[in-house]
């Protein structure tokens, strides 16, 4: 059982930046594959990033390519997420999720674990 808790979200104005972090309990987080997805009002969920379990590679939906990050620290069972350049349309609801397996996935329903989320504003 791994426990997810966000946590950094806020209201930003546009071209700032924030950064998300998902602090993980249990011993094998470095195990896990971890994603970062956001839901705006009235749409799907949707995969902004991974990063897989050593931290030697990441994948980006286009959308953010260029001005997020992910990075993680297993040390501390912690993946961040840096959030340059935002504009109003990453406002969202954004979570972080566990993976069992080794790749990383863009689809929701392969990751097992989720966290409760944390609002992101951008305002104009």
């Known amino acids: 059982q791994v426990q997810l808790v966000e946590s950094g979200g806020g209201l930003v104005q546009a071209g700032g930046s924030l950064r998300l972090s998902c602090a993980a309990s249990g011993r094998t987080f470095s195990s896990y594959t971890m994603g970062w997805f956001r839901q705006a009002p009235g749409k799907e969920r949707e995969f902004v990033g991974g990063?897989?379990?050593?931290?030697?590679?990441?994948y980006f939906a286009d959308s953010v390519k260029g001005r997020f990050t992910i990075s993680r620290d297993n040390a501390k069972n912690t993946v961040y997420l840096q959030m340059n350049s935002l504009k109003p349309q990453d406002t969202a609801v954004y979570y972080c999720?566990?993976?069992?397996?080794?790749?990383?996935?863009?689809?929701?329903?392969?990751?097992?674990?989720w966290g409760q989320g944390t609002q992101v504003t951008v305002s104009s």
């Open positions: 990063i897989t379990g050593s931290g030697a590679n990441t």
């Open positions: 999720a566990a993976d069992g397996r080794l790749t990383i996935s863009i689809i929701p329903g392969y990751y097992d674990y």
